[in-house]
């Protein structure tokens, strides 16, 4: 009993991992066709990754603000 009451968990984690491995392989995708488009290599600059770790933080306070179902 106990165990099918935390399954739930265990496939929650299990998503939020793959929708994660998804939209980093996508990102990286198209930080490698812009690098290809100025013929480049990659570079983040010290204020480009700020602006993406604040992006992520958001994003994870609205996944943190979202209403459960009671």
């Known amino acids: 009993m106990e165990q099918s009451k935390d399954n ?6 299990i998503i939020g991992g793959v929708v994660g491995l998804i939209c980093g392989i996508v990102a990286a995708y198209i930080l490698i066709q812009r690098a290809e488009e100025e013929e480049s290599r990659p570079r983040i600059s010290a204020g480009e990754g700020v602006k ?7 994003l994870l306070r609205l996944v943190s ?5 009671h």
Do not use: I, R, S, Y
Request: no cysteine.
């Open 8 to 13: 739930w968990k265990v496939t929650t984690m």
């Open 52 to 58: 993406v770790g604040l992006g992520v933080l958001g």
């Open 65 to 69: 603000d979202m209403p459960t179902k």
